[in-house]
């Protein structure tokens, strides 16, 4: 394989704050592929409601913009509201990385994907310090 071609994985999260955890997991993300172009992809408000059942403390553009500044990513996008699978299709990951608690949209998302032409790798990630290094926890020491 030539150097130059950039294998392209793609992560998910609501990323409200930035913290060691989410290093790691970028990190870890990047590793997946010898010459990888990390795209992280950051959860709608309305889905962040929707699934932990409280409002993100950032909004997703500020969250947007947060990760925006971070070296190791190549490329920050929202979700879709409604269905994640075309923001998907958009970025063609060759790779998905999972973290190692994210359940909620991700269990027929191989399935869901094939269906629409997109064969991915999909990758759980391990967890860095997770009785640590979780928002909720972190948002109950503020």
Do not use: C, W
């Amino acid at each position: 394989m030539q150097k130059n071609i950039k294998v392209k994985v793609m992560v998910f999260g609501t990323f409200d704050g930035v913290h060691p955890g989410h290093l790691d997991f970028f990190k870890q993300a990047k590793k997946l592929a010898e010459n990888a172009f990390l795209t992280v992809s950051i959860a709608r408000d309305k889905n962040v409601i929707k699934i932990k059942r409280e409002k993100p403390i950032l909004n997703e553009k500020e969250r947007l913009n947060l990760l925006k500044k971070i070296e190791i990513i190549d490329k920050v996008v929202l979700s879709g509201i409604k269905n994640h699978i075309p923001h998907i299709a958009a970025e063609k990951p060759a790779i998905i990385a999972l973290g190692y608690d994210q359940k909620d949209y991700v269990r027929n998302l191989k399935k869901d994907l094939k269906n629409k032409g997109i064969l991915v790798k999909i990758v759980r990630l391990k967890p860095y310090k997770q009785t640590v290094y979780k928002n909720h926890l972190l948002n109950k020491k503020r």
